[in-house]
Nanobody, 121 residues
Framework: QVQLVESGGGLVQAGGSLRLSCAASGRTFSTYAMGWFRQAPGKERECVAIMWSGGITYYADSVKGRFTISRDNAKNTVTLQMNSLKPEDTAVYYC???????????????WGQGTQVTVSS
């Protein structure tokens, strides 16, 4: 049974940092793209960052220069380091993988349960 479990969310003031972690079990994701998505209340789900197995990354324009995705294939984990957080970063963040492109968007085969990130102004 495949499981993705996120941790590290919480409440932080604007300008602060948080580090989200995703632990995968049930299969090895080292050869697949893994990513982070988020969904704010009343908004569509947004792809935040993706890292392919070769190390290539994608970031949404809204987080470029502030967020960094990384992965440890030996531990089957994916991490999202979030710096200079803004109130508009407030959302439920989801880990997903393998991430695949579908027309003009990305999606994952498996999803974590989500972790809340709240940034106060």
């Amino acid at each position: 049974q495949v499981q993705l479990v996120e941790s590290g969310g919480g409440l932080v003031q604007a300008g602060g940092s948080l580090r989200l972690s995703c632990a995968a079990s049930g299969r090895t994701f080292s050869t697949y793209a893994m990513g982070w998505f988020r969904q704010a209340p009343g908004k569509e789900r947004e792809c935040v960052a993706i890292m392919w197995s070769g190390g290539i990354t994608y970031y949404a324009d809204s987080v470029k220069g502030r967020f960094t995705i990384s992965r440890d294939n030996a531990k089957n984990t994916v991490t999202l380091q979030m710096n200079s957080l803004k109130p508009e970063d407030t959302a439920v963040y989801y880990c997903a993988g393998p991430v695949r492109r579908s027309r003009s968007s990305y999606s994952g085969d498996y999803w974590g349960q989500g972790t809340q990130v709240t940034v106060s102004s």
